[in-house]
């Protein structure tokens, strides 16, 4: 399969090649830049000397969709739903990084994204592309989910759809590195402001939240809420999640665990540890593996759910490759197998 990838320069669609360049049954076709053109991708990146010898073209959908079968748009929010609406109507298929096709009710990306959203019908037509979930998709426009809402949904999922938690009790404690800021430059993610600090940002208000609750709401209606906080930590890549929620009946922590092993067994990138034992974030830093570790205290009946991914790979373009491969009906870890880079 040929794919293209729009926004190639960004944090996301870098990791796009690395991972592509692997994939056995994957060609890149060309790679797009808004902000760069016309020269060689190396002149930007120079890690990717004799890896990838590609210029760097104008986005030409008509050209794209004559030398592709597909395209990846690792573009930002608020520019990929402009991008991709030539794509949709020649319904040709498009997996999209961003957050412009995840949400699906009225209103919701206006109020999370402080922008005007897609044409309704695009929204509707969306899959969205939580990988770990399904094996086919239902369109040929596939959003990706968001780093924090992916880690945050494998932490609650056996909990939510299995109905073994109070629903008003969940409160997650999310924290990344700041690649997930994007490149552009804030005051918090300044060296001088970041190093040797962390900072809460985004109080119930991040946009990932409503993604989160939409999906929650599918496994389980009587979700209404959950408290979400999120905050930079001084690393270049990782989140690291820990979710908490009371129990409706008394376990232990050996059921707990017991749950959540054969609630992952079959799914290959949800690695379980062992009782007892929480994940750390080198473990899975370019990977697409994302680690879970679970406790239960018997005295307060909180459940407690340690989760570390990569947000550039198992949050962006690894699920995103993920997501070619149950398009294109390969084994779901075909150009997956990386191995986390330690230490």
């Not at 709401?217 to 959950?226: D, G, L």
Request: net charge neutral.
């Amino acid at each position: 399969m040929k794919v293209a990838i729009i926004g190639v320069t960004g944090y996301s669609g870098i990791e796009l090649v690395r991972i592509l360049l692997r994939h056995p049954n994957v060609e890149i076709s060309s790679i797009h830049s808004h902000a760069q053109k016309e020269k060689g991708i190396t002149d930007y990146l120079p890690h990717l000397s004799r890896l990838l010898d590609l210029p760097l073209e104008p986005v030409d959908p008509k050209r794209i969709m004559e030398q592709a079968d597909l395209v990846f748009l690792a573009t930002p929010s608020g520019i990929s739903k402009e991008i991709a609406q030539v794509f949709i109507k020649a319904d040709f298929p498009v997996i999209d990084l961003s957050g412009d096709f995840r949400l699906k009710a009225k209103g919701q990306y206006e109020k999370w994204y402080k922008n005007s959203s897609a044409p309704f019908e695009y929204l509707q037509k969306a899959h969205y592309g939580l990988a770990d979930f399904y094996s086919k998709p239902s369109s040929k426009l596939i959003a990706n989910p968001g780093c924090y809402a992916t880690g945050t949904l494998l932490s609650l999922a056996p909990l939510v759809q299995q109905d073994m938690i109070e629903m008003d009790s969940i409160i997650v404690d999310a924290k990344s590195g700041l690649s997930g800021a994007g490149k552009k430059l804030s005051g918090s993610t300044h060296f001088v402001s970041n190093n040797e600090n962390m900072m809460l940002y985004k109080m119930n208000s991040h946009q990932h939240i409503p993604e989160i609750m939409q999906q929650l709401q599918t496994w389980n209606k009587t979700i209404s809420a959950i408290q979400f906080s999120t905050s930079l930590i001084p690393v270049t890549r990782g989140i690291f999640i820990t979710t908490y929620a009371k129990s409706k009946e008394r376990l232990t922590q050996s059921r707990l665990w017991e749950i959540y092993q054969a609630f992952y067994q079959e799914k290959p990138f949800v690695r379980v540890q062992a009782q007892a034992v929480y994940p750390e974030l080198r473990q899975i830093i370019g990977s697409n593996f994302c680690d879970i570790g679970v406790a239960y205290n018997e005295i307060t009946k909180i459940i407690t759910v340690v989760t570390v991914l990569d947000n550039l790979v198992k949050g962006a373009a690894g699920q995103a490759v993920q997501n070619l491969n149950h398009f294109a009906g390969w084994p779901e870890e075909t150009g997956l197998d990386l191995v986390p880079i330690y230490p």
